[in-house]
């Protein structure tokens, strides 16, 4: 299949096919129209991101006389999918910006505010505002909150220059990395490229940086002449056994180097010196281009709100729910979705496409007065881009099971076009249609 898919003229009669099996992938078949449930119940989202906007959308089709509201200060939706390719300039900051309020269905109120405080014994939500919500049911989907002060002697100023680079931050951060790591590419030197040792959203994200950046240097002519390193901060390249072996073996075969049990403690940008934790102890590394990926975090309304975990992830607070219902186990009306959900898996968009129907169902049984077994088995996709041109379609499960989309089709251990046309082509679209809760 793979010699099929690298045929040009074959290239061309797959790509209409591609997207619309990328479609069905990623977001799975249209559900069916079903008469919607009279109720008066209020419901109240916080955080109008991927998984927040798509499961209010669904709620406001199943749900006839319900007050659902959705909670979030900012105004901009970000399209999160895109930072990586806006990081190596592949796509501009505006590719992955649109507005919140574009996508909201028009039963579903959105308050442009922030929350202050939660109460899950009375059911309540303070706002920065002073307003205070009431709710029958709560879904938590703050997303989650990039802990860049963690790290010592850094600024956010300093993304884009002088050869620091953190995607993460935001479209236009994206773009600032361009600027650096664009540099890096062109000229060589040190590059090295990290990740925090926390949970975090879409962990493949550096290695895919990783990749792109030596892509292109190669391309430029400067693969000699760049020196790349990429930190683990544990044992291991990826959470999935046989991932992390073939990261290892692609990166061994690039020449690209790495290192377990990295983590970055503190930067000197002054003198180019980043400071790692190891458990030999702190040491520095010179650099002239690092990519910077900071520690992940709840946010602190979550952290204070009594919703997170008790004895795990302390340091973290993600919300204590069941990983399969996503039910919060000792609030029977709370639910927590997206990033900050306390699951051992499941910190991507295509892992949302999964959870919001899972806690659609137990809303909906909730309020009818049933039961539903509908479950959430850990299901995170990861196109793991290794080059322009090429991506692997890393899909797995709780268990680390590989569970591919197209079996006998779609190697996902091998770098294929056609998995990197699912990533930049194909998508964007199933996120959109996602969104508007059609998936």
């Not at 620091?164 to 994206?174: M, R, T």
């Not at 990033?339 to 949302?352: F, I, L, M």
Request: net charge negative; aromatic share 10%; glycine share 10%.
């Amino acid at each position: 299949m793979a010699d099929f898919l690298d045929r040009p003229a074959s290239r061309r009669a797959f790509l209409s096919m591609a997207v619309g099996a990328g479609a069905l992938a990623v977001t799975g078949a249209a559900t069916p129209a079903q008469a919607a449930l009279r109720t008066k119940a209020h419901i109240v989202i916080l955080g109008a991101g991927a998984a927040g906007t798509a499961l209010a959308n669904r709620l406001a089709a199943r749900l006839d006389g319900a007050a659902i509201t959705i909670v979030d200060g900012r105004k901009e939706h970000w399209y999160q999918p895109g930072f990586s390719l806006i990081a190596a300039g592949l796509k501009p900051a505006g590719y992955s910006v649109s507005q919140t309020e574009d996508w909201l269905n028009n039963d579903v109120t959105l308050k442009q505010d922030m929350a202050a405080g939660i109460d899950p014994e009375a059911k309540k939500v303070a706002l920065q505002s002073g307003e205070v919500l009431t709710y029958d049911y709560l879904v938590v989907a703050t997303g989650l909150v990039l802990d860049y002060d963690a790290i010592e002697g850094f600024e956010m100023d300093l993304i884009g220059k002088d050869g620091v680079g953190s995607l993460y931050a935001g479209p236009d951060y994206a773009a600032r990395t361009w600027e650096a790591a664009g540099k890096y590419a062109e000229e060589g030197g040190v590059g090295l490229f990290t990740r925090p040792d926390t949970e975090m959203k879409c962990a493949g994200a550096p290695i895919k940086h990783t990749f792109l950046i030596d892509d292109i240097a190669r391309q430029q002519g400067s693969a000699g002449k760049a020196d790349i390193t990429y930190f683990a901060n544990n044992n291991s390249l990826f959470g999935v056994p046989i991932v992390a072996e073939k990261i290892r073996m692609v990166f061994d075969d690039r020449g690209i180097k790495h290192e377990y049990d990295h983590v970055v403690k503190a930067i000197d940008p002054g003198v180019k010196k980043v400071t790692f934790a190891t458990p030999e102890g702190d040491y520095d590394r010179d650099y002239d281009y690092v990519h910077i990926i900071p520690p992940q975090r709840a946010p602190l309304v979550v952290r204070d709100s009594g919703l997170s975990w008790a004895d795990k992830w302390t340091d973290q607070g993600w919300v204590e729910c069941h990983k399969e219902t996503l039910r919060h186990l000792r609030y029977d009306t709370v639910f927590a979705i997206g990033d900050v959900a306390g699951v051992p898996k499941g910190k991507t968009a295509a892992s949302v496409k999964w959870q919001v129907p899972v806690v659609e169902e137990h809303i909906i049984a909730q309020i009818s007065g049933d039961t539903t077994d509908a479950a959430f088995n850990g299901y995170t996709s990861c196109p793991l881009i290794t080059r322009i041109g090429r991506a692997m379609l890393i899909e797995f499960d709780y268990n680390n099971n590989l569970v591919p989309s197209f079996p006998g089709i779609i190697a996902p251990l091998e770098e294929l076009w056609i998995s990197w046309l699912m990533k930049e082509v194909a998508l964007k679209a199933t996120y959109n249609a996602m969104l508007r809760g059609r998936a």
